[in-house]
């Protein structure tokens, strides 16, 4: 692994600058202080359930949040802080996204145009039609337009694009929904050969267990913020090996670790508790959980919680 990160993400926060019934306005909160490091040669993958900002990120990353989003912290590429220029830029180049909706497609452009580009490179098109024979696209594919598709099928060509971009940094949102197992496997195995060529993915997905065994490290969301960091063989090992109550939580709800389910519910950005965000759902919670919790180093990996050692 190389010593500096190809994508920091440092202190990042993101509102949404609401208008409620009548004149009230009001900025909810949705990621709230969140850091990420990535580097070259690695799949990290974003494990945490729905609304846990995680598709907020890779918007953030990409430059593709709307325009009431007020963004703070920083996000840099290669060492370089980014702002929304350089996104846009960057974007489909060296930083390339799989988008969680189907929709992304542009409706009016065949796919074989979207995917490899207008009068791509011959080798560019040699590369395309491998993809696409290996995630079964069949080669008319290419002359349909996205309305044609069914989801899985855009999904398959959502993924083509992003590989064939070339990019650097790839950050795949819930690539593998509407694929049969054995698609979703060769999807990931094109996402770790990526990786193991030198690239950098960020894999946010549900499917917690698949991701703890494809990606080298994990990094568990809770209500827009990171938990906890480490090592995806600390997830695969269990409770003991992990750091924070609700990464232990999440192993023990697995349906091969006993299938516990997680008592009480992820808080709404506009109720988030002061403190410690788990600090509601905690069985180790005390007073001073009620203030603001760095992230701290522990045993290899990185935490929010005051208690883990
Ligand atoms: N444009 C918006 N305006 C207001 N709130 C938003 C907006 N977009 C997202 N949110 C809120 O931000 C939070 C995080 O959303 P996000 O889409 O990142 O979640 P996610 O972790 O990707 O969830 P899922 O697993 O369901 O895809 C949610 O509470 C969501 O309701
Ligand atoms: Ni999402």
Redesign the pocket.
Known sequence: MEKEPILTVKDLSIA?H?YDKGLEQYD?K?ISNLDLDVYSGEIVAIA??????????AHAVMGLL?E?ALLSGTIAYKGKILDLADKEKLRGKELALVP?SVAYLDPLMSIGTQVSGKGAPKKKVTLQKKIFQRLQLKENVEKLYPFQLSGGMARRVLVSTAVLSGADVIIAD?PTPGLDLEMALETLKIFRELADEGKAIVLIT?DIDLAFHIADRVAV?YA?TTLEIADANDFLEGPEALRHPYSKALWKALPQNGFEPVPGFQPY?KYLPGGCLYFPRCPHRSDECEKKIPMKNVRGGRVRCIYAD
């Open positions: 949404f609401m909810l949705v945490g359930s729905s609304g846990s900002g995680k598709s907020l990120l709307p009431n969680q819930e549900h969301f827009g950005a």
